[in-house]
């Protein structure tokens, strides 16, 4: 029988690359999305697919999804910097109320449950690298809080579920992820400076650029993902890259990659930044077997091709 799943936040970059997989592995998907930061085209290849389903709705209002539902995926909300600080009343609904719509779909379904949390819950770490059982460092009153603290407490909120109510969930903190679907204007670090180096224009570097980070190509992050599904437990698991880099060095690969003559330009670093983030991978390569395999001038030469009709189109 044809398992089937509720993907939400199915029109982003990550939630489109989940519908794929889900597919391939012979699931019914229903896609759900309000477009806020999603987009149509990152699903359109899926529209004739007749066991793809998509639904225009926002998730903390409700998810109107009926019918039989073996797995809940509840990966809505804006996720890169400038999206949650320009929309911080939503991050924080979807975070809350949406996570809330979505576990109450998968207990009255019977349904696994599987929340998409983040590496952010760790803030800026004084642990490193970061293993699943470190508390973290937030600011709750910072203005990168709403998208940390909307996490932790979707977190919480998951496990009290499990607790309380047998809900059979899985939790999957995700690292610094690129890749195809990306927006040219995400915000994020490696869009940022492939669609820079590709219109000529400066690399933006904030601060110094020697803070790291560790960057996960979007395959392997989907694949863990899905390993972690069919393999994993309660507890929450890191997903990611743990090969790590400066912001620097990034600049210098996107550079050599695009052939750009692209300078570098300094701004003052953001508050609450973090300055190292990278993954402990015990738990994923232990529990679920499972290790990246795309190395990172691999993976950009994919998100580069990705990106240059885009910038030569704009």
Not at 80 to 93: A, G, N, Q, V
Not at 105 to 116: I, K, P, Q, S, T
Not at 171 to 190: A, E, S
Not at 281 to 293: D, F, H, K, Y
Request: with cysteine; proline share 8%; glycine share 8%.
């Amino acid at each position: 029988m044809t398992r089937r799943a509720v993907v939400t936040g199915a029109a982003g970059f990550l939630g489109s690359h989940l519908c794929d997989r889900l597919r391939r592995e012979g699931f019914a998907v229903v896609g759900v999305d309000n477009l806020v930061t999603g987009s149509p085209r990152n699903l359109e290849h899926l529209r004739a697919d007749p066991q793809f389903a998509y639904v225009e709705a926002d998730v903390s209002l409700q998810i109107p999804v009926d019918g039989p539902v073996d797995a809940v995926f509840h990966f809505a909300s804006p996720a890169s910097p400038p999206d949650y600080l320009k929309l911080p009343l939503e991050t924080l609904r979807v975070g809350s109320l949406g996570t809330m719509h979505a576990l109450s779909l998968a207990h009255d379904c019977g349904a696994v449950f599987y929340l998409a949390s983040t590496s952010e819950v760790y803030g800026d770490p004084q642990v490193h690298p970061q293993p699943e059982d470190y508390w973290g460092n937030v600011n709750p009153v910072g203005p990168r809080a709403v998208y940390d603290e909307a996490k932790r407490f979707s977190e919480a909120i998951t496990s009290a579920y499990h607790r309380e109510k047998g809900l059979d969930i899985r939790i999957v903190r995700i690292f610094n992820t690129y890749g195809p679907r990306m927006r040219p204007n995400d915000g994020r670090v490696v869009s940022n400076f492939i669609v820079q180096a590709l219109s000529g224009e400066p690399l933006t570097v904030y601060g110094d650029g020697l803070q790291t980070r560790s960057f996960c190509f979007v395959d392997d992050l989907i694949d863990g993902i899905y390993r972690l599904l069919e393999s994993g437990d309660a507890n929450p698991t890191n997903i990611g890259n743990d090969g790590e880099f400066t912001i620097r060095q990034l600049a210098d690969r996107v550079l050599a990659l695009t052939g750009s003559s692209s300078t570098i330009r300094e701004l003052p670093l953001p508050i609450d930044d973090p300055m190292q983030r990278c993954p402990d991978l015990s738990r994923a390569r232990r529990v679920l077997g499972w290790e990246p395999r795309i190395p990172l001038d691999e993976g950009l030469e994919k998100t580069i091709a990705h990106f240059r009709p885009l910038v030569t189109a704009g």
